[in-house]
């Protein structure tokens, strides 16, 4: 489930986070529990 943070301390490295696919990956990221860059 998207509540027990699965990828809790685990580093995400996006690029082209800005915008677009990119910003859409890293807030699922996020939401997950990365630590997104």
Excluded: C, F, H, P
């Excluded at 990828?7 to 630590?35: E, H, N, P």
């Amino acid at each position: 489930m998207e509540t027990q943070k699965k990828l809790a301390g685990k580093v995400a490295l996006v690029t082209g986070s800005a915008r677009g696919l990119g910003r859409a990956y890293a807030l699922r990221l996020a939401r997950l529990g990365a630590d997104v860059v």
